[in-house]
């Protein structure tokens, strides 16, 4: 069981929005800011997306953002897009535990 | 643009030493944080641990008892080691690069593809 909690799938149509959330405690996401998302598509590795709760690295679309609200972090998907189909997980740092992972969301696109 | 690759055994037997190393490429070690991250099947990422290229490590505190990771900077390499494997240890190790980011701490910026570990007899 991870430390942190993702829903298993989140769906969407091209042009929607969407949002994954990321529910931890208040030894991690609530205590911390800063969680990070990353993007990986099968067989590829990780992306980072989202640092320190809502901050883009260089390069990555405006369509990603980030925020949180007390244990629970969220991803935002604006403007669906067929190439952002992939799945997504959130980490948090964790204190004494260093850091914590969630399941991961399968994203569809229909 | 920094490359990391892992490598090592793909299947080991129960109380056997698992041993990877992550070679990267296209960049040095210097002021960052070089991670082990593991996936067992159908589960989720699991942090193991990380050390600095200075060679000062931390680790996850499940696995602090087992685990050790060292880096030779003259290779360009960082290393784990997790002795007595059981079918438990059967994962996807990645290795990552953890950067300091603009007072946001440290993210995974840089991973490698993954390797497959099986522990069976």
């Known amino acids: 069981q991870s430390a942190l909690t993702q829903p298993a799938s989140v769906s969407g149509s091209p042009g929607q929005s969407i949002t994954i959330s990321c529910t931890g405690s208040s030894s991690d996401v609530g205590n911390y800011n800063l969680v990070s998302w990353y993007q990986q598509h099968p067989g590829k590795a990780p992306k980072l997306m989202i640092y320190g709760g809502s901050k883009r690295p260089s390069g990555v679309s405006d369509r990603f953002s980030g925020s949180k609200s007390g244990n629970t972090a969220s991803l935002t998907i604006s403007g669906l897009q067929a190439e952002d189909e992939a799945d997504y997980f959130c980490c948090s740092y964790a204190g004494a535990s260093g850091y914590v992972f969630a399941a991961g969301t399968k994203v569809t696109v229909l | 643009q920094v490359q990391l690759q892992e490598s090592g055994p793909g299947l080991l037997k129960p109380s056997e030493t698992l041993s990877l190393t992550c070679t990267v490429s296209g960049g040095s070690l210097s002021r960052s944080y070089w991670s082990w991250i593991r996936q067992p099947p159908g589960k989720g990422l699991e942090w193991i641990g990380y050390i600095y290229y200075t060679g000062g490590a931390s680790y996850n505190p499940s696995l602090k008892s087992r685990v050790t990771i060292s880096v030779d900077t003259s290779k360009n390499q960082f290393s784990l080691k997790l002795p007595s494997v059981t079918a438990a240890d059967t994962a996807v190790y990645y290795c990552?690069?953890?950067?300091?980011?603009?007072?946001?701490?440290?993210?995974?910026?840089?991973w490698g593809q993954g390797t497959l570990v099986t522990v069976s007899s």
């Open positions: 990552a690069r953890a950067s300091y980011y603009d007072s946001s701490g440290y993210s995974f910026d840089c």
